[in-house]
């Protein structure tokens, strides 16, 4: 297991609390709950968070300390099974006005889209579908 285990301790009915060890915490539910994110929203926030964290640096230099980046995640749930995300929506809200040159701005979305595929852990862990390990007590 990693040395920074993530824990998710029940704090009610179908609500839940995970931690980290540097202290954040994050409420989890039921889709419903208040204030709490279901664990497929958990998964949506982490690729756009993901996605956002990748391409800042390269976003930055471009448009500047001060330019604004929203990063949408959203999902299309498989019709023959609704407990399976099908695909995976990821989309950028950043103003690319400061970038004029046409060229300038397609080099500037392939290196974002580049990183994005090469860095970005969680979005490429689901794409490659990462094994899961359970362990249960005995």
Request: aromatic residues 4%; hydrophobic residues 40%.
């Given at each position: 297991m ?8 029940r704090?009610?009915?179908h ?5 980290n060890?540097?202290g954040?915490?994050?409420?989890i ?14 998964l949506?926030?982490a ?8 391409s800042?640096n ?8 001060d ?27 950043v103003d690319?006005?400061?970038v004029e ?6 080099k ?15 979005s ?14 005995s």
């Amino acid at each position: 297991m990693s040395s920074t285990p993530v824990e998710v301790t029940r704090t009610g009915e179908h609500t839940f609390v995970a931690t980290n060890p540097r202290g954040g915490r994050v409420a989890i539910g039921r889709e419903g709950a208040p204030d709490a994110f279901t664990p497929g929203e958990l998964l949506l926030a982490a690729i756009a968070a993901c996605s956002a964290l990748t391409s800042e640096n390269l976003l930055v230099r471009r448009l500047g300390e001060d330019a604004e980046l929203t990063v949408h995640a959203d999902r299309t749930k498989d019709p023959a099974d609704k407990h399976r995300f099908a695909r995976v929506q990821v989309g950028f809200d950043v103003d690319l006005g400061a970038v004029e040159d046409d060229d300038e701005r397609a080099k500037l979305l392939d290196a974002v889209e580049r990183a994005i595929g090469k860095y970005c852990t969680v979005s490429r862990s689901v794409e490659e579908g990462t094994p899961i390990d359970l362990t249960l007590p005995s």
